[in-house]
């Protein structure tokens, strides 16, 4: 196991009606100025909103209203979000809905308190400092509500990419699984394809002796395969609803990825397919995965075959290995389609043709070294190759 | 799943040469004069004293000695501890030991700020308010270093009971796995023994739908599983221990027993046994354990096989789930066994004549309510039945 440092210090409220708390806890938190942020209308239309600024109001606390985020974030709304919290005098901002708004919120708390560009940011400075953030999670699927991370498309460019730093950790995150049950079962899926995205990023590593996260990742893994299909089959069980959700955000802490090497060549290669054709995360990965893992499998057939007989279920064909390792491949993808998510260039709507420069840009856009991924090193004509495999 | 706060805001350093950093993150979490605290004078001979005090040192941080902490800590060190905290104006606790000087130090930094007894912690009083603790670890076992709880021995009548408080998480812990090297294996087992009970302790549950926390306490356990008898066969095994060192953090951090009501029957049943014959703690717990499982399979046939099924690799005989759940016990002890861990009274110097005493200081003593355990409800008479099962 490799040195790690572990710091997460959000504070996690959890279950039916905890959202009510929400500006106990601003208050709590030091909040005394605080901006909403929201995507569009459906936490007006479900009440949530109210709901939540009627809390604010409780505590008396003035709040602004910034609404207007969309799927896969854009740059444009954050330097809306920075110039607006300067003129009000924010120090706080409240997120409300799902990663995409989380993220936003992250790069406007950042952005704020920075005399810079705010994308210096997503250009691997690491963030030191940002106003303190707060979530009531709508979704479960980023992570974000835990995780020390946020990712922005840059709308000049479509550059789709991502800034870490401590300061980025909510103070609170607010997760009531209730909140999910309105989420149609498309996007119910797209989130549990993102989590189990999360999972393999961490899972698959060159690492060894990580007994104890390996076997964290699989039993996160393990709940997803359980509670997708009785989620899928009633959306409104909050059984399932909140297994999903704590999973979701256990899978992107880190508490089971410390101390190995991770991956992330998945979420690079993803995140052109989501820049140019504006498909869900969660659906771009779940046509990227099984490619990026048909291609790499040769790299570690063993780590494939546990995945497959550990997660799976499948037999350990003990002297053909790589049978078991691609049955699990196979499995994995079957279970993905069986929650209504695509599985190819064509249900994404994507096309051959742009292959070339997504792979490019995956590689070299923005600042990037040519090599990505942590478990396999891959070059561009591996990313083309890996493309041509979800044709 | 039940409501659930989650908020566990320790800094963990883990890994080689870490402990140099201890001086550092005094500074960093507000420490300015501090009593360094443990037990015996292993820590001075294998100079990590010396190592952790010369980075405080080179921090310019004053500091004093308190020395003596005993397995099973005692009310009188920590009545000790808080006069010379007062007398010197120590402003931050550094526990340099396992999880019995963690407990101490715990009691200590809430004694210090408190004007009554602080024994009134350990009799239900929350503590809300306690100085700094940071935490340099040396035997993965307890889970204290990232938990809210302490645990003290009374010496007048010779009560073992627990505080709690959110004031109690160690604002650092540092985790270096090559401290543990050190340890003999009856240590190291007994160690290993507590992670597994803790995981346990919170796996029986009457919670229905609770698969997140399942899955992740079945991984943590397929963790010892995995690691012990590795680090038996070796105790140099750097990589088992790392293993097992994070799995005894998550074991206790409660992230993967949210949400859940959990046991705790064995805990206040072995709390008897190393109060009255000072055994280790989880030596006590080997005896226990398998003791109150065989008296409540009963209860929950099914979350017996399940464990058996999951952790031990029973086959489940579907016809007589009953034999599937006594196939795991029995796993289970062969496994403590095996790795040096006592099975009975005889093994542990117990009297069979202090049965009845027992019995109704676990269930009444120093203000019980003559019930213990959240997933069977146990009386005085089962805590009988349940050391009878131990001769």
Redesign the interface.
């Known amino acids: ?16 009606n ?1 959202e009510e708390k929400a500006g106990k806890y601003v208050r709590r938190f030091g909040g005394s100025k605080v901006m909403v942020h929201f995507g569009g209308g459906s936490v007006k239309r479900s009440g949530l909103l109210d709901r939540v600024e009627a809390s604010l109001a409780a505590e008396g606390i003035a709040y602004v209203e910034l609404g207007g985020v969309r799927p896969n974030p854009r740059s444009g709304l954050v330097y809306e979000g920075i110039e607006l919290c300067r003129r009000e005098g924010v120090d706080f901002i409240l997120a409300v809905g799902g990663g995409s708004t989380i993220d936003s919120a992250k790069a406007i708390a950042a952005g704020v308190v920075y005399e810079g560009d705010f994308w210096d940011y997503y250009q691997d400075k690491p963030v030191e400092k940002a106003l303190p953030v707060g979530t009531v999670l709508t979704i479960a699927a980023a992570g974000s509500e835990g995780s020390p991370d946020s990712v922005i498309t840059k709308e000049d460019g479509m550059f789709k990419r991502g800034a870490s730093g401590e300061a980025l950790r909510p103070v609170f995150s607010i997760l009531n ?1 209730a909140l999910t049950q309105t989420l149609p079962p498309y996007q119910t899926a797209c989130g549990i394809t993102d989590i189990m995205a999360h999972l393999l990023e961490r899972y698959f590593t060159n690492t ?6 390996d ?2 990742l ?3 893994l ?2 997803m395969v ?2 997708a299909p009785r989620v899928i089959a009633d959306p409104d069980n909050y ?2 609803r ?3 959700m ?2 979701g955000m ?1 899978a992107h802490n880190n ?1 089971c990825g ?2 190995r090497e991770q991956d992330w060549a998945s979420h690079a290669i993803e995140h052109e397919l989501s820049a140019v054709y504006d498909c869900a995360h969660g659906a771009g990965l779940a046509v990227v995965f099984p490619a990026w893992m048909t291609y790499n499998m040769k790299h570690d057939i063993n780590r494939f075959a546990q995945l497959a007989v550990r997660v799976w279920g499948c037999q350990m064909d003990f002297a053909h290995p790589e049978v078991t390792a691609k049955a699990g491949i196979d499995s994995f993808q079957r279970f993905l389609k069986s929650i209504g998510m695509p599985v190819d260039f064509a249900e994404l709507g994507a096309k051959e043709d742009d292959i070339p420069a997504m792979a490019h840009n995956a590689c070299y856009g923005d600042g990037g070294c040519g090599e990505i991924g942590g478990f396999v090193k891959l070059k561009e004509q591996d990313v083309v190759n890996i493309y041509k495999l979800m044709i």
């Open positions: 196991m490799e040195n790690f440092v572990f710091y997460s210090p959000t504070y996690f409220l959890f279950g039916k905890e699984p060894k002796d990580v007994e104890v996260t076997r964290l699989e039993g996160l393990l709940t359980h509670e059984e399932a909140a297994n999903i704590w999973a256990m508490s410390v101390g």
